[in-house]
Structures are given as C-alpha cells and as structure tokens.
Nanobody, 125 residues
Framework: QVQTVESGGGSVQAGGSLSLSCRAS??????IGWFRQAPGKEREGVAR????????YYADSVKGRFTISQDVAKNTVYLQMNSLEPEDSAMYYC????????????????????WGQGTQVTVSS
C-alpha cells in the first residue's frame, strides 16, 4: 500500500523549534521534498533531498533555520525547524518527485506526488 504520513506539527511561539517526520511506505523515490501551504497562498517548496546521496536544497526563506535529513533504513525524511517565525505557519506536506526529467532542486509542486495529509505548524508571535 502506497502511503505517506507526515507528523510532528504543533503550536509554538516565535523562536521555537519543531521536528517534522515524513514516513513513506510502499514506494521509494530518489527526491523527496517538504512543502507548505498557508491559507490563501499557493503551495511552496521548503526543502528537498536526494535520497541517494543526501544532497539538499532549501528555499531562501528557510536557509539557516531548517534542516532536511533522512533515515534511509526507515524510509523517512525529517525536517528540523528552528528559529520559527509566524510566517512559517502553514500546513506542511512531503511528497516525492514523479518524473526523472524534473529538477529535484526546483521542480514545482505539480511535479511531485504521493502527497500525505499534511501536518499543521502554527507559530505565534
């Protein structure tokens, strides 16, 4: 059964930290991304990782604050979020790149699949 399950969201004050997990079952893909979507806004990429070699990419808005990592044996990708800001409040999703021709670093959300239900992150000021 193909399934993606995100967890770890919650409510924190600005400056706090959260650690998200994305567990995939029934599939393995070479590029996994974390995305977020706030109410009234488009879904945007936050961080991506090549599962074969661990190379990572980050949106400018989270560089230096967020870290994406993985546990290959557990088929799980993590997102450590530090120094959280109210602007980081959103539903966070992970997904896998669908097409080999797409860039792991910059492919839009439409070129990712296997979306989970998401996990809510709320940062209060």
């Amino acid at each position: 059964q193909v399934q993606t399950v995100e967890s770890g969201g919650g409510s924190v004050q600005a400056g706090g930290s959260l650690s998200l997990s994305c567990r995939a079952s029934g599939y393995r893909r070479d590029c996994i991304g974390w995305f977020r979507q706030a109410p009234g806004k488009e879904r945007e990429g936050v961080a991506r990782i090549w599962t074969s070699n661990g190379i990572t990419y980050y949106a400018d808005s989270v560089k230096g604050r967020f870290t994406i990592s993985q546990d290959v044996a557990k088929n799980t990708v993590y997102l450590q979020m530090n120094s959280l800001e109210p602007e980081d409040s959103a539903m966070y999703y992970c997904a896998a790149r669908l097409l080999l021709a797409s860039s792991c670093a910059s492919a839009p959300p439409s070129e990712f699949g296997y979306w989970g239900q998401g996990t809510q992150v709320t940062v209060s000021s």
